[in-house]
Structures are given as structure tokens and as C-alpha cells.
């Protein structure tokens, strides 16, 4: 089984925004754990430590409370839209072994060739798998890549038991190409090069340029 976010937990009686405002005082974060069929249970949770463990994606939590505990994900987090801090957190219960989906965000990784560069089409792809194996993230290597180049979800290399849901295989996960500011700018360039290139060549000077000494000895003959 993959290791799991262990964090100790009270359970909570209280409810409504002056309880919430007191245990934000205590630095703790009120919290809910659903469960399909069962009721709820209540708790809160250390702040510094949960907030710490929320910047893993799709972690699995082990919430201990009093005698009991539960094996949950992260359903829901509400944040204060000003201060960003955790407000409340919405836990749903899971099995060992349970089969679930969620949202894996996708990252390019390595360097394409020239002035290309990927471009993440999917930011975030829906996949199946167990708990015990959420996966954080999913990587796509584009080392070596040219313009023009795509990476597609059948290209994909998922971890073991993980399968992509809602995608079509021919979808285009990540692109390779070169941006047109990089276009323009290697247009100007070479552009500007042949201008240099002309002029050296004993082309006429520009109009309004300063006459050349030779003329300038002539006038004073």
C-alpha cells in the first residue's frame, strides 16, 4: 500500500461561524468525513499540519479521532478568498484496494528541440485507479521533440493500474511547436543579416548619410 498522510484529529460538537471563527483561533481547521449511506463525522484538524499535507495532490489520509480512524480522500477544500487560508475540508471515506477516479494535473517535461516548445493541451486528465495508487502527477516527456510534434493520450505512459477515463485515445495531450513571437524574431534577423550583408557588398549608402571623405577633399581642390 502506498504511504499515507497520518494526522490526529478531535472530534468537533460544534457548528455555525462563531465555532469555526474559535477554532481557527486554536489554529485548528473544521472538517467533514463522508461516507456513502453512513452518516458524517465531524472533527477538526490540526492547521499547520493539514494545510502542509493539502499541497500533495491526490493524497490518502489516515484521520485518527479519539479511538477510531478512517482511511479518506479529499473531496472539497473551501478557502478565504482574501487570506487563501483553509476554511473547511470535506474528506470521503475509502476502502483499501477501492477503485476511484480523480483529477491528475499533466506536466511537460525535458527539452524539445530549437526554439520549440511544449504547449500542455490537457491540464488536467480524469483517471481510474486504487487508492493505494493515486498517482500526483503525470508526466510527459517532449526531450527531443521538433515542431510540430504531439504527444497523445495512447502515448501515455500511466503507472500500473491507473486508466484514463473520459479521454479519447487520438486527444492530443501535449504539443511541440514554435511560437510565432519566435517566428517573427527569427525573420527579423535573417532579414536584417541580408541588409548587413548588402551594405558590405558596396551598396548605396542611405539616403540622408553623411558624403564620403574622397568627395569632401574634391570641394576643397
Known amino acids: 500500500m502506498a504511504n499515507t498522510i497520518s494526522i490526529e ?3 468537533r460538537d460544534e457548528f455555525g461561524k462563531g465555532a469555526a471563527r474559535r477554532m481557527r483561533v486554536a489554529k485548528e481547521i473544521p472538517a467533514t468525513i463522508y461516507a456513502g449511506g453512513k452518516d458524517p463525522v465531524f472533527v477538526k484538524l490540526p492547521m499547520r499540519e493539514t494545510t502542509l499535507a493539502l499541497r500533495r495532490t491526490n493524497a490518502l489520509f489516515t484521520i485518527k479521532y479519539g479511538k ?4 479518506a480522500v479529499v473531496k472539497d477544500v473551501q478557502r ?7 476554511e473547511h475540508i470535506d474528506f470521503y471515506e475509502v476502502k483499501a484496494g477501492e477503485k476511484i477516479e480523480v483529477d491528475v494535473p499533466v506536466f511537460a ?4 528541440k530549437g526554439a520549440a516548445v511544449a504547449f500542455v493541451d490537457i491540464q488536467q486528465l480524469r483517471v481510474r485507479a486504487s487508492v493505494d495508487q493515486l ?3 503525470i508526466d510527459v516527456s517532449v526531450d ?3 515542431d510540430g510534434e504531439k504527444v497523445f493520450a495512447k502515448d501515455l ?3 500500473e493500474g491507473v486508466e484514463l477515463v473520459d479521454t479519447e485515445a487520438d486527444e492530443s495531450v ?7 513571437d519566435a517566428t517573427a524574431t527569427t525573420a527579423v534577423s535573417a532579414d536584417a543579416a541580408a541588409a548587413g550583408a548588402e551594405g558590405e557588398e558596396g551598396a548605396p549608402a542611405a539616403e540622408g548619410a553623411a558624403a564620403p571623405a574622397a568627395d569632401a577633399d574634391a570641394d576643397k581642390k
Open 135 to 137: 498517482p500526483e502527477r
Open 174 to 180: 501535449v504539443t511541440v511547436e514554435v511560437p510565432e
Open 80 to 86: 478565504n478568498p482574501v487570506k487563501r487560508i483553509v
Open 109 to 112: 517535461i525535458g527539452t524539445p
Open 9 to 11: 484529529g478531535e472530534v
Open 157 to 159: 505512459n500511466l503507472p
Open 68 to 71: 477510531d480512524s478512517k482511511m
Open 144 to 146: 527531443g521533440m521538433q
